[in-house]
Nanobody, 124 residues
Framework: QVQLVESGGGLDQAGDSLRLSCQLS????????MGWFRQAPGKEREFVAA????????IYADSVKGRFTISRDNAKNTVYLQIYSLKPEDTAVYYC?????????????????WGQGTQVTVSS
């Protein structure tokens, strides 16, 4: 069974940078495309970024392009989300997501496995 464990969330100030990590266990990490979603209070879960199984391609939501960078280290079974220039509107629970190799997790219905989420709170 796949398990995803996120870390790196917390309370930060606007303008700071933050890196989230998500480690997969239970299956071969390189068999999965990975993604990040976020859910703000009172809003639906939304796509943030995704990366193919080998890291060769990345996709971003328009709202985060230029500030967020997704990457992965297959040797460490870990996917990362680097966030630059944090904004209060980035406040949300961030979820790691895994999909089968050739399914890019850009929509919730494409996700096979979810992490438990990590809270990011940005103060102005």
């Amino acid at each position: 069974q796949v398990q995803l464990v996120e870390s790196g969330g917390g309370l930060d100030q606007a303008g700071d940078s933050l890196r989230l990590s998500c480690q997969l266990s239970g299956r071969t990490f390189s068999n999965y495309a990975m993604g990040w979603f976020r859910q703000a209070p009172g809003k639906e879960r939304e796509f943030v970024a995704a990366i193919t199984w080998n890291g060769g391609n990345t996709i971003y939501a328009d709202s985060v392009k230029g500030r967020f960078t997704i990457s992965r280290d297959n040797a460490k079974n870990t996917v990362y989300l680097q966030i630059y220039s944090l904004k209060p509107e980035d406040t949300a629970v961030y979820y790691c997501a895994a999909s089968p190799t050739y399914v890019i997790p850009t929509k919730t219905e494409k996700v096979d496995y979810w992490g438990q989420g990590t809270q990011v709170t940005v103060s102005s």
